[in-house]
């Protein structure tokens, strides 16, 4: 009798699902790292930015929430057309007796590269950072920027085409007619 037949349809079953399971825990040992880092919970994490890009005509401006965050904590860096803001949000301080029961706001360093949708130029750029709000605005670059082009209508004839046979009359003459002598006749 094998091992196989003497533990029965529920043993089995049982077996099968503990295997399962095995694997399961595995894949949350080895990958909950990743997991725990994905929703944000992994210590030490620098915070991504939510960020709003507009674009018009004549620039790009990118509109970020930094709540607690003074405009001097914050460092902002262009290089081509991609846009990196850093800086930190404050830690709380509890005091001595303090105790955190929930902690749903971010706390610490935070870091976004956002590649801009446009040629940008980096001569002529503006932030400014009120009540929690980072405003970035980016001039397009002259090459990004749309270029209007006049359509115009000609109201003129185009130039006549130049052959060696007579020209041909107007409709409204009717056709030319000669006298002997070789000169035309209105008719």
């Given at each position: 009798m094998t091992t196989?037949?003497?533990?029965?349809?529920?043993?089995?079953?049982?077996?099968?699902?503990?295997?399962?399971?095995?694997?399961?825990?595995?894949?949350?040992?080895n990958q909950g790292e990743k997991a725990m880092d994905a929703i944000g919970l992994k210590p030490g994490r620098r915070h991504s930015l939510r960020a709003d890009i507009l674009e018009d005509e004549e620039c790009v401006t990118v509109i970020v929430s930094v709540p607690g965050v003074?405009?001097?904590?914050?460092?902002?860096?262009?290089?081509?057309?991609?846009?990196?803001?850093?800086?930190?949000?404050?830690?709380?301080?509890?005091?001595?007796?303090?105790?955190?029961?929930?902690?749903?706001?971010?706390?610490?360093?935070?870091?976004r590269s956002i590649?801009?949708?446009?040629?940008?130029?980096?001569?002529?750029?503006?932030?400014?950072?009120?009540?929690?709000?980072?405003?970035v605005r980016i001039a397009k670059s002259p090459s990004?920027?749309?270029i209007r082009i006049p359509v115009t209508t000609s109201h003129t004839p185009p130039p006549p085409t130049t052959y060696n046979s007579p020209a041909p009359a107007s409709p409204s003459q009717g056709p030319a007619r000669q006298d002997g002598k070789g000169s035309e006749v209105s008719g």
């Open positions: 196989s037949e003497s533990q029965g349809p529920l043993t089995s079953s049982v077996e099968k699902l503990r295997q399962e399971l095995d694997k399961w825990l595995d894949v949350a040992w003074a405009a001097e904590d914050i460092d902002l860096k262009l290089i081509g057309n991609m846009l990196t803001i850093t800086g930190a949000f404050p830690s709380i301080d509890l005091g001595a007796k303090g105790v955190l029961h929930v902690q749903e706001r971010p706390v610490g360093e935070f870091c590649p801009l949708p446009a040629g940008v130029d980096a001569t002529q750029v503006s932030a400014d950072c009120q009540q929690g709000v980072l405003k990004a920027r749309p």
